[in-house]
């Protein structure tokens, strides 16, 4: 614990390292936990596929677990 997944569109891998290492950063600060419990994964997804491959079946069907949405915090 924590396991975070992200899916986004392909950006150039300095643009995700750095991002996965912010992400990791502030939960090692704030969950308080240590690193070896960290687990963090990125799947690319071509902007094409967005809507079939993750909204429709991962945001869709979980919208009450949803915490920002499109943007809009949901808290």
Do not use: F, H
Not at 14 to 31: D, G, P, Y
């Amino acid at each position: 614990m924590p396991y975070i997944a992200i899916k986004a569109y392909p950006k150039d891998e300095a643009t995700q390292k750095a991002a996965i290492e912010r992400i990791n950063q502030v939960i090692l600060e704030i969950w308080g936990c240590p690193q070896e419990a960290v687990t963090i994964s990125l799947e690319s997804v071509d902007p094409a596929d967005w809507n079939e491959k993750v909204y429709k079946q991962e945001i869709e069907p979980n919208l009450e677990k949803m915490r920002i949405l499109s943007g809009k915090k949901k808290y």
